[in-house]
């Protein structure tokens, strides 16, 4: 169980991801969310494999939005660089969900104060005060604002809550489908068959989903759509479902957000 990310030299990123995976103890948290997820509530998998798909798109975010002049909140308001925004998204997507070891119920909150602790152990030999302050006092905001009601007033926390929602694939959904779990939640992400993150024309980042029938428009305006809405990155990210099944093409052949 080892997350990894392309780090692009980012020295404290790759030192957070070292100590991270060498602490048994976030190991463990990621293990019971995923037990209290898929086993006992036949959700979608919110396991450390979660936990590495949003990390890796919530980098992919954040450095396809600073590389068209997006500016980081870090930089706006501390006069840190991107480097250290990345840390600050990274440990939002590797702290986002921990709370559900807990409960699925308010998890974000319990999220916070798992995490309020933790990340600032971690954070010890990388970071000295009061830079080690600002980026945990960060993440926990990405946490907060990652929730469906949250209101992220960072980029980096916007990053977080966009990326947590594009984990949507077909494969993400398949343990609870087939275990018998066939709510709407499971059907919708099971028609994803893949979700690709590239730069956009017009925006930043553009969002191009391939579907294999329209419950997973469900997925895409429901989940996704909501969580983009409420982000702050609404006018840097475009979204492009397309349906690529025979029998629906006339129906409704692309969605748009």
Request: glycine content about 8%.
């Amino acid at each position: 169980m080892r997350v990894r990310a392309p780090t692009r030299g980012n020295r404290r990123l790759e030192q957070l991801l070292a100590a991270v995976n060498d602490d048994l103890q976030v190991k463990a948290w990621w293990h019971v969310s995923a037990v209290n997820a898929t086993r006992r509530l036949g959700m979608s998998d919110h396991s450390w494999v979660h936990i590495q798909i949003v990390l890796n798109i919530g980098l992919r975010l954040g450095r396809l939005l600073f590389r068209r002049g997006v500016t980081p909140s870090m930089t706006v308001d501390y006069g840190m660089s991107e480097r250290h925004a990345e840390v600050v998204i990274a440990a939002g997507c590797l702290f986002h969900c921990v709370g559900m070891s807990i409960d699925r119920e308010d998890h974000e909150r319990f999220s916070l104060f798992l995490t309020a602790d933790k990340l600032g152990e971690l954070l010890a030999g990388i970071y000295e005060e009061p830079e080690r302050t600002i980026i945990v006092s960060e993440t926990l905001h990405a946490i907060n604002g990652h929730r469906r009601k949250g209101a992220p007033r960072t980029v980096e926390a916007g990053i977080v809550r966009v990326a947590d929602a594009l984990d949507m694939a077909r494969g993400r959904s398949r343990v609870p489908f087939e275990a018998g779990h066939q709510n709407i939640h499971s059907l919708s992400a099971y028609a994803i068959e893949e979700v690709k993150i590239v730069p956009g024309r017009d925006r930043a980042v553009r969002v191009e989903i391939a579907m294999s029938n329209s419950a997973g428009i469900f997925q895409v305006d429901e989940l996704l759509a909501t969580k983009l809405r409420g982000s702050g990155l609404e006018q840097h990210i475009e979204v492009i479902a397309r349906i690529d099944a025979e029998h629906e093409q006339r129906l409704i052949p692309v969605f748009r957000i």
